[in-house]
Each structure stands twice: as C-alpha cells, then as structure tokens.
C-alpha cells in the first residue's frame, strides 16, 4: 500500500511560480522534480480548501495550478475539521487570522495521511512546531503528519544502506 500525501495549496503554486529569485527558481524546480519524478509513489489528496485557495485571485500560473491538481482526489471536509482547526487556533498551535493553514493540518491529522507536502515553513514545515503539533494531536487524539517540502519527501530506494 502506497503511502498518503495530503498535498496543500503551496505546491501546485509553486509549480507554476514565476518569480526569478533563487529561492522561488529553487522550489519550483524541486516542486516539478516531485510532481514529475516522486508522486507516483504515493496516494495523493487534497481538499476543497486548496481548490478554493488556488481559484481565489489572479496570479500568473493559476490555471496551471488548477490543472494540476484537477486529477487530485478531494478528501471530504467532514464536520469535525471546524472544531480541530479552532482548537489548533486556541492552543496557539496555527495562527488565528488565516485559518487555512489550520484547516490544511486538520484534514491532514483528521484522515491520518502520511505526509502533509507544502512549502508553508513558517506555519507547518517548521521544526520548532512538532513537538507543540504532538501534545495537541495527542489531547485531539489524532495522527501527526509528517509535514515537509518536496525536496525532502524522497522515495527510499531499494539498495540504501542506514
């Protein structure tokens, strides 16, 4: 059974980034290099909340970003999520005035997926946070994704040694 990836708003952006600054250059090449290269070795999902978040605005790339989440299937937002994503709000665990990215982590613990792929690294992929995102989780008694980029989410390869 192929692991679960719950893949945020940030990736399929950055797929289709455009800026010219090294670290924009960089994440879109490591993006396309995942999507290319590493997804097929993974379950993917998505929710509403991403689509709803690419369709919001005008920005070059958006109908790219659409396409390529497009085939992604949708895991349901069930009634719960609401109350977990207020509870990471509370616990100070997301920030409370963009409730996305707590909306994202919720779905992503709620459905137990594997990983939560983003380039989000101030509010999810940041290390300072696992430590808070277990206790929380554990009172919530939910799954901790492991949340990272891209360029870290390799598959293993057979011939690896520790």
Known sequence: MKRTV???TTIPSF???IRTEP?????RMSTRHWWSFERG??????????????QDGDYPGKSEALALIAEVPLLEVAPEIESI???YVSRHLMPAGDRGDAY??????????DFLLT??????????KVQHLRIVNAELGLAVPIITTPDLLLRESDNESG
């Open 85 to 87: 994503a207020s509870f």
């Open 104 to 113: 994202h982590l919720a779905i992503a613990s709620f459905y137990a997926t």
């Open 41 to 54: 070795s993974y379950e993917l999902f998505t929710s509403a909340f991403v689509l709803g978040e690419l």
């Open 6 to 8: 719950y893949i945020e």
């Open 23 to 27: 670290e924009m250059v960089a994440r």
């Open 119 to 128: 380039w989000n690294c101030r509010h999810l992929a940041n290390a300072n």
């Open 15 to 17: 797929y289709g980034e």
